[in-house]
């Protein structure tokens, strides 16, 4: 069966009878009028049918804790809209924490993960009452324990652990092989274990956390992990005597960002880990497991585009031609970070549809601030809107002000509404944190 995370575009994308795309029953034509460009904008019906697919496809398994990794995108209004949805929430910061608490989000329903989550960080998520912390080195299960006991709390934790598992994902992006950054080698958890059960005793363990990569494609590598995790769950409980339930297996699953890409489906994912589970619990004789996943991009990346506004553009003789959108890097620095590409339309109807290869360029003050190499369309000429597809994962949550550019704004639509869920920044939000010491007036 076909999922949402398999679409190119939001899967309400239509052309209308204007010939301009539609999205949720805007018209982007219309959506760029009244909001401008950059203008980021979610589909609230794909957003949601990921999240059904989601829970559809692991029905069949009733000890399943879905949670969402908030650093794909982190809004009050995607937050809110995913705890609708029944998702828990994966956060990595004091930020993200505090945008799901202030979005109405169940605490207990949230995991705080990282490599070096701070003093503050872990004290708030303590006030807060988050429900795990995903228990990353030595050093963070001692500081946990000094604030737990300074809070006369008792904290339930899993402890994160790099499973030594390789997946064929850009090297930034891989997480879980052996000499990552991240977790427990697994040759450490023991020591993990002893110091847990010796001396701090205010840390109570339920389980284990890994997470091997993003944008993965393969699916026995959620088969190997799950493997590896219960394996590791039988042998602590013959060793300690110590039962570990809960097992978070990450995130990952990969999206559709161009016609070449083929992601498997939720379904496929999920029968993948549901097997894998089944056979490793017989082969280790242990219970099952409470699973949990905590998938970002295949979550929110298809629901969401980016729109833009053509302005200058460049023939280089006898080399390539550039078009320039009134944004790039700053609201989307996937493409220049990881060489990640994407598909894009032009949103408006163009009476002359016959096809030329055009460099986008961003317009950052960067030769590498370029949005798309060689693609495809019609003929572009200034005041076109270029709907670049699949931007709802790690384009607004990695955005940053250079060139003291502001970010946009992101709308979300829905049955022919739309409504804004973040402001455009303005100049003055741009000044606002800035001081001029006195002697320097
Ligand atoms: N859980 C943990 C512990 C993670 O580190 C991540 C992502 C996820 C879950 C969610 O993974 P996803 O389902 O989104 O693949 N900025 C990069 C992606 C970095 C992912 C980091 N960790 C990009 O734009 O491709």
Redesign the pocket.
Same mark, same amino acid.
């Given at each position: 069966m076909e999922s949402t995370n398999q679409s190119l575009r939001p899967i309400t994308t239509k052309l209308n009878d204007l010939g301009n795309i539609e999205i949720g029953g805007c018209d982007v034509i219309d959506l760029v009028e009244q909001y401008g460009t950059p203008l980021y904008v979610i589909d609230e019906t794909t957003l949601r049918s990921v999240c059904r697919d989601y829970k559809k496809a692991f029905e069949k398994y009733d000890k399943m804790n879905m949670m969402f990794?908030s650093? *794909?995108l982190c809004t009050m209004a995607t937050s809110a809209i995913l705890h609708q949805e029944g998702f828990g929430f994966?956060v990595?910061s004091g930020g993200e924490m505090y945008t799901v608490y202030k979005a109405g989000v169940d605490m207990k329903r949230v995991v705080f993960?990282g490599n070096n989550k701070s003093y503050d960080e872990l004290s708030l998520a303590l006030e807060l009452g988050v429900g795990r912390i995903?228990v990353d080195n030595f050093f963070e299960l001692a500081l946990l324990d000094e604030i737990a006991k300074a809070q006369n709390k008792t904290v339930d934790i899993l402890l994160?652990i790099a499973p030594g598992i390789e997946c064929h994902t %850009?090297e930034?992006?891989q997480?879980g092989h052996l000499d990552s950054k991240?977790g427990f080698d697994l040759t450490q958890i023991d020591e993990a274990i002893e110091l847990i059960i010796n001396n701090y005793t205010n840390l109570r363990p339920h389980g284990l %956390? *890994? %997470?091997i !990569?993003?944008?993965?494609f393969e699916t026995k590598v959620y088969h190997d992990e799950i493997e590896i995790f219960v394996r590791e769950i039988a042998r602590i409980k013959e060793k300690y005597n110590l039962v570990f339930d809960e097992i978070?297996i990450? !995130? +990952?699953? +990969?999206v559709k960002y161009t016609e070449e890409d083929c992601p498997p489906s939720t379904f496929e994912i999920a029968d993948v880990i549901i097997n894998s589970l089944t056979e490793s619990v017989k082969k280790y004789g242990t219970d099952f497991p409470t699973i949990f996943i905590?998938? +970002?991009?295949?979550?929110v990346s298809t629901s969401g585009v980016t729109l833009y506004t053509i302005g200058s553009s460049k023939q280089v003789p006898n080399g390539k031609r550039y078009v320039a959108i009134d944004g790039g890097m700053s609201d989307n620095?996937?493409p220049s970070? &990881?060489q990640?590409r994407y598909h894009a339309e032009v949103g408006n109807k163009k009476e002359d549809v016959s096809l030329q290869t055009v460099t986008i360029a961003g317009r950052f003050c960067e030769s590498g601030d370029i949005l798309i190499k060689d693609i495809q369309l019609p003929e572009l000429a200034e005041g076109d809107v270029l709907c670049v597809y699949n931007t709802g *994962? &790690?384009?607004y949550?990695?955005a940053s002000n250079y060139n003291r550019v502001q970010k946009p704004q992101m709308v979300i639509v829905n049955n022919s509404k739309s409504d804004i869920i973040v402001n455009r920044e303005t100049l003055d939000d741009l000044i606002s944190h800035d001081r001029i010491p006195d002697r320097l007036k």
């Open positions: 990794a650093k *794909a994966d990595v993960n995903s994160r %850009h930034y992006i997480t991240f %956390h *890994a %997470h !990569g993003s944008q993965i978070n990450g !995130g +990952g699953l +990969g905590e998938p +970002g991009r295949s979550i620095p996937r970070m &990881y990640a *994962a &790690y384009n949550s990695m």
